[in-house]
């Protein structure tokens, strides 16, 4: 389908050569490998390559435009449509920024420490009950990411839920300027990236860079229960959480095996997913329809059919009977207390956390490791570390823990161990992050 022509690309890049007419443009990659059909190629330079190099390819895989940052380009025609920019990331951004005001769709952003990914399902999967939309895929929420998440979306999308990652100041701004917010979610205040941010004010600050790119009008909702967002209980913004004074409050909370039920302001919600922090992740996409007047009923629906991808909570049964829970895709100190909460509150009689190292956490390594092992106490059996510093979980763990505990250096020695400790009654939680590679693990018992 056309998201636009290169007579529209010329109003925006306004240094070019060849032949500009009327031709469509489809689709927009970086990939020169990919087969598109109407494809406008953008070659990014990153540390170790340059995609210019790719260009003959990528016009042999379909592209009929290029953005580049190089003035003369070898195996390109003289007729061959080229745009000529700085810097192509850049470029690749306010084509993207172009875009979206082109289509104009209602534009959610979500950021926070934790929660950004299931937050996006739930918000996307509530709108979905009114408008088209389209979400942020995967992982892509950085400053490569989150343009092309933007320039892959339908001419016809009516609401674009997109996810801000970051890692150090001023990325969030760059990103918000990118799609503009006409609404901003911030889920929470935790400790991803404090090695760079320097402090949990400084991750707040980071994340309040989300409203950077607001128009006059944008909303702000965030977690009105973090003393760090304080300062931020105005009247144009939204608050959700368990205390009284927030603008969508949350209560009666009852978790079973497959699902939780909950309160919002006396309306009642059942989701299939487990703990109070998701409770919370739902009620910001609760206000967000709400601010949107979207049918309550149609919305509740939608709340008890929400899918998350796969390593978040997901509850697998092994070859052998017993459950795995996999929510090795990432972790901080903050998701990992709230995944062994809802690990407590599960009806196993065996109940067994896995835990690995939390990263970036610099001179906080040893005190948010121990500060997960305070949060475990006698609902759990069993607590096994792997890797470097997880083994400080060991130590948090409170004088009266009885259940066993043991560090392993490497995750093939786990995993040989967990197929002797194991049976039908026993539930296994699986947390750490990304780079610790958990699965591999799993994918043994499995």
């Not at 490998?33 to 340059?50: A, C, E, S, Y």
């Not at 895989?61 to 850049?90: H, K, M, Q």
């Not at 009266?400 to 026993?426: P, R, S, V």
Request: aromatic share 8%.
């Amino acid at each position: 389908m056309q998201k636009f022509n290169l007579n529209q690309l010329k109003q925006l890049f306004t240094n070019y050569s060849g032949k500009i007419d009327e031709k469509n443009i489809f689709e927009v990659f970086t990939d020169s490998r990919k087969q598109v059909k109407n494809g406008l190629f953008v070659p990014i330079i990153g540390d170790k390559f340059d995609a210019h190099e790719f260009i003959p390819e990528a016009i042999k895989n379909g592209a009929v435009a290029i953005l580049s940052s190089r003035r003369y380009l070898e195996g390109v025609e003289d007729n061959f449509p080229v745009f000529y920019v700085n810097d192509t990331t850049e470029g690749l951004q306010q084509l993207a920024t172009f875009y979206r005001e082109l289509i104009n769709p209602i534009v959610v952003g979500i950021t926070g420490s934790n929660g950004k990914t299931t937050t996006k399902e739930i918000v996307a999967n509530c709108l979905s009950s009114t408008y088209k939309v389209w979400k942020t895929q995967g992982n892509l929420n950085n400053h490569i990411g989150l343009p092309m998440t933007v320039l892959d979306m339908d001419v016809n999308t009516e609401a674009l839920v997109v996810e801000m990652g970051m890692s150090a100041f001023g990325e969030i701004e760059l990103l918000s300027n990118i799609v503009k917010p006409d609404y901003g979610i911030i889920t929470n205040i935790g400790e991803s990236h404090i090695e760079h941010l320097g402090s949990r004010e400084g991750i707040a600050k980071a994340k309040l860079e989300i409203t950077s790119g607001f128009r006059e009008e944008s909303v702000l909702i965030i977690d009105g229960d973090e003393p760090l967002l304080e300062g931020q209980h105005t009247k144009n913004n939204l608050t959700c959480g368990f205390s009284s004074d927030n603008d969508y409050i949350i209560e009666n909370i009852n978790q079973g095996n497959e699902s939780t039920s909950f309160q919002i302001n006396d309306q009642s919600i059942e989701i299939p997913l487990l703990g109070k922090h998701q409770a919370k992740n739902t009620a910001f996409a609760y206000a967000l329809c709400k601010c949107l007047n979207l049918d309550t009923e149609k919305v509740i629906n939608q709340l008890r059919h929400i899918e998350l991808p796969s390593m978040r909570f997901e509850q697998l049964k092994s070859k052998h009977g017993f459950t795995i829970i996999n929510d090795a895709y990432n972790a901080s100190s903050t998701s990992m207390i709230a995944s062994i909460d809802v690990l407590k509150q599960m009806n196993f009689i065996k109940k067994i956390v896995v835990l690995g190292d939390i990263l970036e956490l610099g001179d906080y390594a040893i005190s948010d490791h121990e500060r997960v092992g305070q949060a475990i106490d006698s609902n759990i059996d069993a607590v096994y570390t792997v890797g470097d510093v997880s083994r400080h979980i060991l130590n948090g763990l409170p004088s009266g823990f009885n259940g066993e505990k043991k560090h392993f250096n490497d995750k093939t020695t786990l995993a040989d161990y967990l197929e002797k400790q194991i049976d039908e009654d026993t539930v296994i939680l699986f947390k750490a992050s990304r780079g610790i590679e958990l699965e591999k693990v799993i994918d043994q018992l499995k």
